[in-house]
């Protein structure tokens, strides 16, 4: 058996990332003592040094399904409690199958979270989704955590042009933190921190009261996408450490295009 | 050379649709005397008799591209005067070099529409996705003409229960009809029908009064999806013959999910 | 509290489909005796009579999340045994909230199953799209089911014309039925079909040994797409009762746009 | 009338991109002395300093379109030679319109190239994806070049064990340079680098005898993405100056998910 991934290459270059993406699997998480069963979207990489062809791809995937693999089972053994503990998880089992001097796990799903209507207090199940990125480098391990809301914008343009009337539409912003592993962010408190700065949260599930609810929040906050943007940039810094991104694009109601605000520290 | 195509299928089964899809390339269009290039995406299908195992797809490739080919140079000898002639044309073409007993021709690509703003009446270029099929049958040519429109709506139901305040949203309709290749429809006047039929339509260039005559537009028509469905569908049985498909789909600004109306004759 | 839903709108016309569609929440199945927790994508619908200017969304919001409340907590109460119960209980929960003629609920999700790598021997969990449409007529109720698989084609003309050598792609293939309600047709079986007419399956994990078993499967069993359709349909009609519909499509590796065989009895 | 976004924001807070996205509109390019016609996506953005609360939108939507004005009608005026020419035409028309300390202009389109098929020396045309960006910083003007080429590649590690047998897949590669505005480098010579990169190119037309000559060069070539990556990065290295960035992506024949490398310098 010929081992082609070994062989010196006739370039010479390092490669900084290598590896499978899109690949779709099954995990478990044990979410404050409860099981979650999911289906996230991974991406693991491995840097090749100049004198190696190539990586040995399948030692990637079994990486992801040894530490996934009592996620198929009812009966789980060890669960992890993070997404980010399920990405480093991953990385260290590499450790063990592939040489490598930097590696990175990304995981892509949807969180739910319970939340409440604004007027008739139903309980209303909200989907976001997050991804969560560890790079692990010779020296130390980051992370990297994403969160996705939905929300809307009313505009305060048109409002004060229009004696109160003005355009409303959907929005969506992003909100993503590079910091060290070890640094306690949880991707709820940051949806949190999203969903609170549009002009109001979007629900699933809305009776009249609730309706009327929104349509009174909206006309009483109006905020561009960029009041959006600084709100969120200006909470996140308050709560949470790190390089801090945010994006905010909102899908205009009276436009065919989009506008967007994005900034970062 | 092997032409395996021609060989007998263990599994005989006439295959209705065989070809191409998601191919692009450049298209010329004549239209009421001026020269327009653009870069469709065309599907081009033919029927597989039970005993053939296969077609020649790069003779599908060659219609296209001898259609075509005139395109690409400045100095056109021949450009076609819209998109379902250029769509025949390219089945015309295919009978002299391929067998078939019914083919199809789909054509994908965006229009570009001269409109006035509302207030300060100047130019907005506005585009639209389009799509035109050809389907020859052994006993007749059909065409499907389908429009793309992006418009809004502001709900009847929160305005009514807000004291004239509402939620707004983008929404998105779509017009397909199914008719004789003979009928004459024209795509512009698919997309005035759908257009005129939003809360208001959307426009890529607004002044402030522009803005602001779009913001009055929505408060004095609201609409839910359904009557924009109904409106788009009334209006598009008055003007056109043959077979007609409504979908509108709206943006919501209050949820996470979209709604939808939908109907046909 | 305004019912602008309930009036009569200005342009009678009855719509055939009115409702929620891109909604994303967590649904919770017991298949086969173990319980499965996922996040699928719905889209219900009803039919709106011409009298009436709108239908009330929460309700159906509302019956989507009544029957999926369960799901949620890890002791569930009850859980549905396939994605066609979840749809028909959804149904059924809607006709005590909302008068209708006719119904659709459709759920779009990921099922997991687990195969075995061809040579090593080893469990590899593998991912396939499906989705599941409930259609409620008044004198009767249907379904629809939708499988995807990716699989790959290694073309039997280039073989014929290389000496053994070919272009390979991967290809992904739907199989569609529309059956009654009560027609017992599993998802995995659609899949099975599915995926054993390609050239040959794919697989997440492949050791070097099972690389090799899949690249000789794919050589020694070139197929056209148009083989792969004619192989998918004929085994369904054999295994499976109702409308079956049939498209495969191929990532032609030497072209930049794809290849389709599409049939249907 | 109220001007909103003169008004001092609650938060301040400097954003670095405030603007539109997702625009689409017409534009004309002088190429080599023929024009063409096409409908590119167009993002532009601005910073917005802390003291003001917005941008106003619609001066960057009159950049774009007096930029382009003059390319609906056949009797062009004036026409721009490259896309970052066209970019930083929008950018200085801006100057004049909205103060601003860094803008940014990117354009997202489709180039046609003319090729020759390898065996039959038939000309066929093939469409790349490209995008161009100009970064307006105080002090320089930058430029982003980046161009995706679809090929492909057999797995030289398959072969090794499978007596020349292996698995081949359709591979996407994109090329993105960092330069100088002033740097000259034709889109045209980056989508040569990365075309000559993958065991063979990809061509819209291919008769049977190119479709053979395909087949041998692939299979004459065996390459990794490891190996993809390293070959562009180092011929554009030797001909184009700037940071560089490869990313290759292959959609493998025998998984459902796909492998990457990605490197830079």
Known sequence: MFETQEEIPEIRERLHRVGI???RTIARINWKGKFYT????????IDVPEEKKGIHMSRLVESITETMSEAVEEEV???HTSLEELGLAII???EKKHPHRRAEAWIKTQ?????????????TLETYDVEVGVIKEPEKVEKVLKVIAIGNTACPHAMA?????THIQRAIATLEIRTDYDEEIPLEDMIDVV???FSSPTYTLLKTADENAVVQAMYSNPKFVEDVAREIIFKARQRFKGNIHVRV???ESIHKHDVIAETWN
């Open 21 to 23: 993406t899109n690949l």
């Open 38 to 45: 999911f289906i996230p979207t991974f991406e693991i990489t």
């Open 77 to 79: 053994k060890e669960a």
């Open 92 to 94: 260290r089992r590499l």
């Open 111 to 123: 969180l739910i979270m319970e939340r409440e209507t604004p007027a008739s207090k139903k309980v």
């Open 161 to 165: 042009n229009n004696q109160g009337k």
């Open 195 to 197: 969903e609170e700065s």
């Open 249 to 251: 694009l909102s899908h």
